[in-house]
């Protein structure tokens, strides 16, 4: 049962143009969401958070929404630079017990110069 | 800087070994995880421990077991490895005992022969 949900594996974008990644998730309990970043041969490091309470978090290049009601959230990147292109994973998790972020499958971005 | 190190990038075992994977993390975080990365299927939680001795089941523990004996090294077990254990293990931690950031070890690759 995939809690989590990027129906997107992969993406191509130009260089400059706007990468939209989305989300998609199925717990009612999540209320929190953070997309976190993945090179090649290298761990997940954070990118950027939202709380449920919030419906955009910016940070720089970088803006997350968030749609309750939808149950979806995306991840925006304006503008799109090669140094972007990576997995990117969206994960949720339920601040009310104990820690446990639940991972999307990934959407594999590529950003062409 | 939060430094997650995991002992092992590389490991090539056989079929019934006993397989140890080790991860440090350096910044006196209380909580700490173990994931599998497959393509397809995202980062899946195997166990995850919020004090020393305490450990959770996560969505997939069968097949593993986990120790910490301290609260900077949290280590995965498989006691008895199999074809279908060959993947990407990654080790994180993290501070906040609710879900917040975590941070994440390079990983290290397992095939099992």
């Known amino acids: 049962d995939q809690q989590v949900k990027q129906n997107s594996p992969s993406l191509s974008v130009q260089e400059g143009r706007i990468s939209i990644l989305n989300c998609d998730y199925t717990n009612s309990m999540f209320d929190y969401f953070l997309w976190y970043k993945k090179y090649p041969a290298e761990g997940p490091t954070f990118l950027i958070s939202i709380s449920s309470i919030k419906d955009k978090n910016e940070d720089g290049r970088f803006t997350v929404f968030l749609n309750k009601s939808a149950k979806h959230l995306s991840l925006h990147i304006v503008p799109s630079q090669p140094g972007d292109s990576a997995v990117y994973f969206c994960?949720?998790?339920?601040?009310?017990?104990?820690?446990?972020?639940?991972f999307g499958t990934g959407t594999k971005l590529q950003v062409i110069p | 800087d939060v430094k997650v190190t995991q002992s092992s990038r590389y490991l090539v075992k056989r079929t019934g070994e006993k397989v140890f994977l080790e991860c440090v993390q350096d910044?006196?975080?209380?909580?700490m995880f173990w994931y599998r990365q497959d393509p397809g299927l995202g980062l899946r939680l195997i166990y995850f421990?919020?004090?020393?001795?305490?450990?959770e089941k996560g969505d997939i523990p069968e097949g593993y077991s986990v120790s910490r004996e301290k609260k900077e090294r949290f280590s995965l077990i498989l006691e008895s490895a199999s074809t279908n254990q060959t993947s990407m293990y990654l080790c994180a931690s993290s501070l906040t005992p609710w879900a917040g950031e975590l941070f994440f070890g390079e990983g290290s690759r397992l095939t099992v022969l």
């Open positions: 910044m006196d975080h209380e909580n």
């Open positions: 421990s919020y004090d020393v001795k305490m450990k």
């Open positions: 994960a949720a998790s339920d601040s009310g017990g104990y820690q446990k972020v639940t």
